[in-house]
């Protein structure tokens, strides 16, 4: 089974450029979360998708970060302006389903955004 | 809300030496424990989980039981070595979370031959 796909590995903008990250989930997942992981701390869930539809987006700074799941299956993650404070991992996970998740799931590498 | 707190890092220790990271949470109801790893320039990985009480996960010689009574998911191995080197993340996923997770800030393990 091939695992959550994310591109770009590494991105460097300049403050107030706008960028966007993009996931594949794993084949027949319902389930996608995208988190934050700054340097030193622990991930924090930024959005959760089933299917297409928004199930938690509690935490996203919506005033610049948004976030699609189109036709229920990849996902595109996007920041505009950046700031400073937002260079970090982001990650991707997916699960079956929001039960399923319960369970435990499986991450993408991360892309790495750094700000400057 | 739910929370998770882990001992803080680094732990330096030598290899074949005995490893306990502690992890306790604060949730509602009965949630779903979990221990990720992050190995050096890699992605997370699940460790192991355990989703009731009493619970005992295990998985390449580490172990952690689900303590009720504490709110306690420890970490231990026996014996490292010095591929266990890595950064160790304690989560929960809440009973009501419908799968999101709730991390600790992560423990730095360095493991020295």
């Known amino acids: 089974e091939a695992g959550v796909a994310q591109s770009p590995r590494y991105k460097i903008i300049e403050k107030r450029q706008s960028v966007a990250f993009w996931c594949n989930p794993i084949?027949?997942?319902?389930?996608l979360y995208w988190y934050q992981q700054i340097l030193g701390q622990g991930p924090k869930l930024l959005i959760q998708f089933q299917n297409n539809g928004v199930v938690d987006d509690s935490q996203l700074p919506k005033d610049r970060f948004s976030a699609e799941r189109l036709k229920g299956v990849d996902s595109t993650l996007k920041i505009q302006p950046a700031k400073l404070e937002d260079s970090a991992v982001y990650l991707c996970?997916?699960?079956?389903?929001?039960?399923?998740?319960?369970?435990?799931?499986?991450f993408g590498s991360g892309t790495r955004l750094t700000v400057v | 809300g739910d929370s998770v707190t882990q001992m803080e890092g680094p732990v330096t220790l030598s290899e074949e030496a005995c490893l306990t990271i502690?992890?306790?949470?604060?949730?509602?109801?009965?949630?779903?424990l979990f221990w990720y790893v992050q190995y050096p320039g890699e992605g997370l990985q699940l460790l192991l989980k355990?989703?009731?009480?009493?619970d005992k996960g295990s998985n390449k010689g580490f172990e952690a039981t689900y303590r009720k009574e504490t709110t306690s998911f420890h970490l231990e191995k026996g014996s490292v070595q010095v591929s266990d080197s890595a950064v160790y993340f304690c989560a929960l996923s809440g009973t009501d979370s419908w799968g999101k997770l709730q991390f600790g800030a992560g423990t730095q393990v360095v493991v020295t031959p």
């Open positions: 355990a989703t009731k009480a009493d």
């Open positions: 996970a997916s699960s079956l389903d929001r039960n399923r998740g319960r369970e435990g799931y499986t």
């Open positions: 084949s027949g997942h319902a389930t």
């Open positions: 502690n992890c306790t949470y604060t949730a509602t109801g009965y949630p779903s």
